[in-house]
């Protein structure tokens, strides 16, 4: 698969949790793997009220079938973790998407967001949004733990502050860090995050990968 540097930034704040990478060495393969898909909401995304408008998605979509055909299994290690999020609608086919991936299901993270009204959901607001973690293993591998830092948490829901659609909070990245060793890449990024690879069409990518 062919790799390649594109216009990236030669200056960057230090990170917070002191993950550093070489700017110059992309990695083949990653242990870790964070990726946001952009989930098809054809009839778009409800307005956040309770009489039935929609509006449309600011940015371009796929299909399930086509994020099950990203090759991520190619761009991750043996044994190494996908951090997939998600959304109730998609949340089965998710699980789909990791397996496609040759990977297996192992937790689920539930970012829990403050309720601030009837909106989007169906006889409940959703407050919620999903990240569920696969590791690249064999269905009968005993690998669960390995390329983890060993730090563990006492919880697997949490409350981040929300951003602006689809923005994913950055303390979920801090804990990633926090459990798993790099290098790291985020797919389908927003922007550049210190100590990461990043790989999408509103950054300048560290890799060329067609979908």
Not at 11 to 39: M, T
Not at 75 to 97: I, M, P
Not at 139 to 167: I, L, N, V, Y
Request: aromatic content about 12%.
């Amino acid at each position: 698969m062919q790799q390649t540097l594109f216009g990236r930034q030669t200056e960057a704040e230090p990170p917070r949790s002191g993950v550093q990478v070489d700017p110059l060495v992309i990695p083949d393969k990653f242990p870790v793997i964070v990726i946001d898909p952009p989930w098809e909401y054809p009839e778009g995304w409800p307005a956040w009220n309770d009489n039935g408008e929609r509006r449309g998605l600011e940015y371009q979509t796929m299909t399930v079938d086509a994020i099950r055909a990203m090759p991520i299994y190619r761009l991750l290690k043996h044994e190494g973790y996908v951090f997939l999020w998600t959304t109730d609608r998609f949340l089965e086919d998710a699980f789909s998407v990791l397996r496609a991936w040759r990977c297996v299901p192992r937790q689920t993270v539930v970012w829990c967001k403050k309720p601030r009204g009837l909106g989007p959901g169906g006889m409940f607001a959703t407050t919620t949004e999903f990240v569920l973690i696969g590791q690249r293993i064999g269905p009968k591998s005993h690998a669960r733990g390995r390329r983890t830092t060993g730090k563990r948490f006492d919880s697997s829901w949490f409350e981040w502050q929300r951003g602006r659609h689809s923005e994913k909070p950055e303390e979920f990245q801090d804990i990633v860090e926090q459990v798993t060793d790099g290098p790291y890449l985020e797919m389908f990024a927003r922007r550049k995050r210190p100590g990461w690879f990043v790989w999408g069409n509103e950054v300048n990518s560290d890799l060329c990968l067609e979908v």
